[in-house]
């Protein structure tokens, strides 16, 4: 009879429970145990009316048959499934849960984070949730979004396709495939994950009921992040929500000029800032348990003269980039005795840093380039002679 989020249901059932409730709205008073301040009197009564009209039109008893047909359940505040960090959204914590596919709720959402984002999404964008939501499923984090097209779609197969915890939070009921496009993305999560929806069986998305899922979609997680996100986007609101509940608000940069990161960028420009994300790892330092879930640092690349001793490397930094040079001018320019640069040059030679040219010695074009394929020089590899007969 109530659309979701209504604070007068949750004032009305924190007071005299939700059979109270039902007999309130039946006879159009207000009880007595609930307090309403003078100026929202009228409003009050008005929407007692409004939920009497269509309570006329409620059959709970058919919902649950065709519930228990397509395997449906619902749970509510005290059910074991349910999610306590729902109670944290105070007079508009949903009454109860509308709950498709096997996943237990409360357990999936104890390590979990929303990753969200524009429908009309980019390649970059889609790319980056699907690999994100099977980064984070991999490692046992369940990927809470919305079920749209584009980022939440992206997120949502990443984590079926690494065989993960996800869970779609609908604006309809868990019943109707909507976005239509999805039909086949909701009937797997059916069978293998986990749809949720405050709206009855049945009811089809309103746009006020997008806007709504979204602070469920923050509640449930652990924090949020915004992959792509235009200047006017539901996944803003989501990150609102979130920073309301004091969860942790994440976001992924894109191309500076990209309108489809505008949103994202402006995240990350509010005071406070959300946090600036770009791997799964630093996405679980956020949420993760303190001092146990750290993102490791970004290796530098390793190139093959990154393995050569000081003084080796010393003479292969020696040469010029272009041309040929004498072993007299190397070991000057490397502060190194002749016999040294000798030996070194061999080792050099072997591992096809460098090569004999007329007039000395030149960089082969690989070392110009440190290509990774180039053989790694250890310290102690012996030297024989060169070509040429010539002592090294």
Not at 139 to 153: F, K
Not at 159 to 167: E, I, M
Not at 221 to 226: E, H, I, K
Request: charged content about 25%; glycine content about 10%.
């Amino acid at each position: 009879m109530a659309e979701p989020g209504e604070p007068y249901v949750n004032r009305m059932i924190n007071a005299v429970g939700p059979v109270g409730v039902i007999d309130a709205v039946r006879i159009g008073a207000i009880p007595e145990a609930v307090r309403v301040e003078p100026e929202e009197h009228g409003k009050f009564l008005a929407t007692l009316e409004r939920w009497r009209i269509r309570l006329a039109d409620v059959s709970p008893e058919e919902d649950m048959t065709v519930a228990e047909h397509l395997g449906c359940r619902f749970v509510c505040p005290g059910d074991p499934e349910w999610p306590t960090t729902l109670d944290d959204l105070g007079v508009e914590r949903p009454y109860g849960l509308w709950l498709r596919g096997p996943e237990d709720l409360r357990f999936t959402c104890l390590r979990s984070v929303a990753v969200v984002g524009s429908r009309a999404a980019s390649s970059y964008g889609m790319r980056f949730a699907a690999e994100l939501g099977a980064d984070l499923a991999e490692r046992g984090w369940a990927v809470i979004s919305g079920g749209a097209l584009g980022i939440d779609a992206a997120a949502h197969r990443g984590a079926l396709a690494a065989d993960g915890p996800t869970v779609a939070v609908l604006a309809n009921g868990v019943d109707v495939p909507y976005p239509a496009a999805n039909e086949g993305l909701f009937a797997e999560m059916a069978r293998r994950a986990l749809l949720v929806s405050e709206s009855p069986l049945g009811a089809h998305p309103r746009r006020t009921r997008f806007l709504v899922r979204n602070r469920v979609i923050a509640a449930l997680s652990r924090g949020t992040v915004v992959v792509e996100a235009a200047r006017r986007s539901g996944a803003l609101n989501t990150a609102k929500w979130a920073r309301q509940l004091g969860r942790e608000v994440m976001a992924v940069p894109g191309p500076a000029d990209s309108v489809a990161s505008v949103g994202c960028h402006r995240l990350l420009r509010d005071q406070p800032p959300a946090l600036l994300v770009t791997r799964w790892e630093e996405v679980v330092e956020a949420v993760g348990r303190i001092g146990a879930d750290l993102a490791p640092e970004p290796e530098s690349p390793v190139l093959p003269r990154d393995h050569l001793e000081p003084v080796t490397r010393a003479v292969l930094e020696a040469f010029p980039s272009r041309g040929t040079t004498g072993t007299a001018q190397l070991a000057t320019k490397a502060g190194v005795d002749l016999a040294t640069t000798n030996a070194k040059l061999g080792l050099l030679a072997a591992a096809g840093f460098v090569e004999r040219a007329p007039g000395g010695w030149r960089l082969t074009k690989a070392a110009k380039i440190d290509s990774p394929a180039l053989a790694t020089v250890p310290a102690d590899v012996p030297c024989g002679p060169h070509p040429t007969g010539a002592p090294e």
